[in-house]
């Protein structure tokens, strides 16, 4: 495989992973912001989008750099990339060229707050092995969105997503994903 085929896999792999990342450092980014008292009109998706490009950069860097036969990195690739895999391909309806479409058409839910971590309802279900590594994921990652306007109106809209829908798998929850990042955006 050519080292852009392995890159464009890479990107595959990551693509779910990275955009629950740097709409972390997004939140986290609002945060800050609203903590200095900085007003700014936009405040979220100029960090989601630099922060997914150097997510992707740093990804391509790994890859360059394990492709000269450094083992440790090989190893580090294989540990950070199994989780990846089992989430982006969560089932075999994720099994696609790219991970999400044309959002053109995307039903924006009502915004609420979150209440309770709905994730470890992953766990016990009947569901793949990658949707489990979804629950356990948003389950982990629950307890470190911080408190500030758009990242608790994202959590609280995804957490009503995977209650109503906890067998999504992961073209489900991005749709989930850009769904509660722009209903909030547009409720601020």
């Given at each position: 495989m050519s080292?852009?085929?392995l890159?464009l896999?890479?990107f595959r792999?990551?693509?779910?992973p990275?955009v629950?990342?740097?709409a972390?450092?997004?939140?986290?980014?609002e945060?800050?912001?609203?903590?200095?008292?900085?007003?700014t009109?936009?405040?979220?998706?100029?960090?989601l989008?630099?922060?997914a490009?150097?997510?992707f950069?740093?990804i391509?860097?790994?890859?360059f750099?394990?492709?000269?036969e450094?083992?440790?990195v090989?190893?580090?690739i294989?540990?950070?990339g199994?989780?990846?895999v089992?989430?982006s391909?969560?089932n075999?309806?994720?099994f696609?060229v790219?991970?999400?479409?044309n959002?053109?058409d995307?039903?924006?839910?009502?915004?609420?707050?979150?209440k309770?971590?709905?994730y470890?309802?992953?766990?016990k279900?009947?569901?793949?092995?990658?949707?489990?590594?979804i629950?356990?994921?948003?389950y982990?990652?629950y307890?470190?969105?911080?408190?500030?306007?758009w990242a608790q109106?994202?959590?609280g809209?995804?957490?009503?997503?995977?209650?109503?829908?906890?067998?999504?798998?992961?073209?489900?929850?991005?749709?989930y994903?850009?769904?509660?990042?722009?209903?909030a955006?547009?409720?601020k």
């Amino acid at each position: 495989m050519s080292v852009i085929g392995l890159q464009l896999l890479a990107f595959r792999i990551a693509y779910f992973p990275i955009v629950v990342f740097s709409a972390t450092v997004s939140c986290y980014t609002e945060l800050l912001l609203n903590t200095l008292g900085v007003d700014t009109p936009i405040k979220i998706f100029p960090e989601l989008f630099v922060s997914a490009a150097v997510f992707f950069a740093m990804i391509s860097y790994t890859l360059f750099w394990a492709l000269t036969e450094r083992l440790a990195v090989q190893v580090l690739i294989v540990i950070l990339g199994l989780p990846a895999v089992l989430i982006s391909f969560a089932n075999q309806q994720d099994f696609t060229v790219l991970p999400d479409n044309n959002w053109a058409d995307l039903q924006l839910p009502m915004v609420s707050l979150p209440k309770a971590n709905p994730y470890d309802a992953a766990l016990k279900a009947n569901n793949s092995l990658g949707q489990k590594v979804i629950g356990l994921s948003g389950y982990v990652l629950y307890d470190y969105i911080p408190n500030s306007p758009w990242a608790q109106a994202v959590q609280g809209t995804l957490e009503q997503a995977y209650l109503n829908h906890p067998e999504g798998n992961a073209h489900d929850q991005l749709t989930y994903h850009y769904a509660a990042f722009l209903a909030a955006h547009r409720t601020k």
